[in-house]
Every structure is written in C-alpha cells, then in structure tokens.
Nanobody, 123 residues
Framework: QVQLVESGGGLVQAGGSLRLSCAASGRSFNNYVMGWFRQAPGLEREFLAALSWIGSRTWYADAVKGQFTISRDSAKTVVYLQMNSLKPEDTAVYYC????????????????WGQGTQVTVSS
C-alpha cells in the first residue's frame, strides 16, 4: 500500500524559509514522478513542482520558479520542497503526490496523495 507522509509545515514569518518533507513507502518509486501541490481555502489545488525519480529531472510552476526547489534523497525515499522568501499568499495546505506520468502537472494526473501539511506565513 502506497503511503506518502508530509512533514515540516508550520508558522513562519514573511521572508522566511521552510523545508517540507515527503516520506514515500509501500512500493518501488523508480518509475514514478513525485510532485508537490498546495491548496488555499476556496481555491483549486495548485501544482508547484515535480521530480522524476529516475534521472531527477525537475519542473516547476512559473509562479514558484526560483523561489521553491524540489529535491530527493533516494536512499531514504524522501522528497523535499525547499521554500524561500515566503509570503502570506503562500499560506496553504501543501500536499505530496505520486504519478506514473512523466511531466505530470495536473492534479488528476497524480494517483497517490499524502494527507497534507499546513504552512502559514504571517505578515
């Protein structure tokens, strides 16, 4: 059974940084793409970044390019999202997800989801 568990969320002041972690278990993720999304109240779930487990190719939403960085620790099957220069509008629940579709960006292209971790940025 695939399990994705996010951690690292919390309260941070504007301009600060957070690193989110997603621990993946339950199967081999060699053929998977791992992505990060967020959802603010009243808004659609928004794609942020993704990474291919083989080759570590990455792709980002334009809105967070240069601000967020996705990476992985293959030995631990953990994916990270480093978030810098945080703004109050970055406040949302952040989700980790897994997909078999390369270059996946849409939420419906992802098959497995974590429970989410809250990030709150105060002004």
């Amino acid at each position: 059974q695939v399990q994705l568990v996010e951690s690292g969320g919390g309260l941070v002041q504007a301009g600060g940084s957070l690193r989110l972690s997603c621990a993946a278990s339950g199967r081999s993720f060699n053929n998977y793409v791992m992505g990060w999304f967020r959802q603010a109240p009243g808004l659609e779930r928004e794609f942020l970044a993704a990474l291919s487990w083989i080759g570590s190719r990455t792709w980002y939403a334009d809105a967070v390019k240069g601000q967020f960085t996705i990476s992985r620790d293959s030995a631990k099957t953990v994916v990270y999202l480093q978030m810098n220069s945080l703004k109050p509008e970055d406040t949302a629940v952040y989700y980790c997800a897994a997909s078999l579709r390369y270059w996946a960006r849409g939420r419906y292209e992802y098959d497995y989801w974590g429970q989410g971790t809250q990030v709150t940025v105060s002004s």
